[in-house]
T-cell receptor
Framework: QSVLTQPPSVSGAPGQRVTISCTGS?????????VHWYQQVPGTAPKLLIY???NRPSGVPDRFSGSKSGTSASLAITGLQAEDEADYYC????????????FGGGTKLTVL | EVQLVQSGAEVKKTGESLKISCKGS????????IGWVRQMPGKGLEWMGS??????????SPSFQGQVTISADKSISTAYLQWSSLKASDSAMYYC???FGYGDSALGYWGQGTLVTVSS
């Protein structure tokens, strides 16, 4: 059972907007720790998508955006494209685990 | 260009020892944290621990403390993950990843992964 909870799956048609939630608690996201998001296309290594809650590394399209509020964070993807079909993971830190890095369970995005 | 190149796939027997590697290039190896992440077949990502090669400061996830050892040789810009006695449950893909910025921050650069298969 992951410390950070994500929906197992989400889906959307090309061009649509989808959001993926990441729900934590007062010992991780709610404690003020940053949230990062990763994209993993099956069979490949994960890729950093959003860092420090809402920042995009160079090369990541602005269709991807992140936000954080209270004990939760969200990843939004607009203008959905077939190439966005992948697994998405949120990651933060948890004070009850000595500040250890913790991942969400992952969300499978299907582009219909 | 930042690159992390991991050692090749391994097939081992239960009880054997193993050390896999992750060689960094294209940046100052001693200035950025390197973390190790496990992904069991069909499962999600699990952080195992991280090391700062500059002074070998090492942090472990409570789930992996005592189960693995993380080390680094800054003279050859290489980080390591090792087991003293493998179990079948150690079969997984293992990724190394470098922090995006200074500090133990987001994992911004990833190796290609090392598949470890352990059988009896």
């Amino acid at each position: 059972q992951s410390v950070l909870t994500q929906p197992p799956s989400v889906s959307g048609a090309p061009g649509q907007r989808v959001t993926i939630s990441c729900t934590g608690s007062s010992s991780n996201i709610g404690a003020g720790y940053d949230v990062h998001w990763y994209q993993q296309v099956p069979g490949t290594a994960p890729k950093l998508l959003i860092y420090d809650n809402s920042n995009r590394p160079s090369g990541v399209p602005d269709r991807f955006s992140g936000s954080k509020s209270g004990t939760s964070a969200s990843l939004a993807i607009t203008g959905l494209q077939a190439e966005d079909e992948a697994d998405y993971y949120c990651q933060s830190y948890d004070s009850s685990l000595s500040g250890s890095r913790v991942f969400g369970g992952g969300t499978k995005l299907t582009v219909l | 260009e930042v690159q992390l190149v991991q050692s090749g796939a391994e097939v081992k027997k239960t009880g054997e020892s193993l050390k896999i590697s992750c060689k960094g290039s294209g940046y100052r190896f001693t200035s950025y944290w390197i973390g190790w992440v496990r992904q069991m077949p069909g499962k999600g990502l699990e952080w195992m621990g991280s090391i700062y090669p500059g002074d070998s400061d090492t942090r472990y996830s409570p789930s992996f403390q005592g189960q693995v050892t993380i080390s680094a040789d800054k003279s050859i810009s290489t980080a390591y993950l090792q087991w003293s006695s493998l179990k079948a449950s150690d079969s997984a893909m293992y990724y190394c990843a470098r922090s995006f910025g200074y500090g133990d921050s987001a994992l911004g650069y990833w190796g290609q992964g090392t598949l470890v298969t352990v059988s009896s």
